[in-house]
């Protein structure tokens, strides 16, 4: 299932570092699509995972997350137009 999960985090002393980690644990699960959202294709476990790992990192007084299913026919849900063409997550990968 394809989840989308943006956030905010407070640009304070110690927000600093609750931003680097919420960045660094989306990298893990998914692609960076804007500067705080990220695509994350996952399944039920995975999701499960990844939403706990977050919640336990950020201060819900001065931080937000959304999570936004887009489900397993996602392709149909999602249009992009502009820069930075989309890299398919379910495609091929060449390194």
């Keep these: 299932m394809m989840m989308l999960v943006s ?3 407070a640009k ?3 927000g ?3 931003l680097r980690h919420v960045a660094k644990i989306l990298e893990d699960y ?3 699509v ?3 959202v990220f695509e994350c294709l996952v399944d039920p476990a995975q999701w499960v ?3 706990t790992k977050l919640l336990k990192e950020i201060n819900p007084e001065y931080d937000s997350l959304r999570f936004y299913s887009l ?3 996602w ?3 999602v249009e992009h137009i502009g820069q930075k063409e989309p890299i398919n997550p379910q495609g091929v990968l060449i390194l």
């Design 12 to 14: 304070d002393e110690k």
């Design 49 to 51: 995972e990844l939403k």
């Design 30 to 32: 998914g692609q960076r």
């Design 7 to 9: 956030y905010d985090v």
């Design 16 to 18: 600093e570092k609750r």
């Design 71 to 73: 489900g397993a026919n």
């Design 75 to 77: 392709q149909r849900k």
């Design 34 to 36: 804007q500067y705080s």
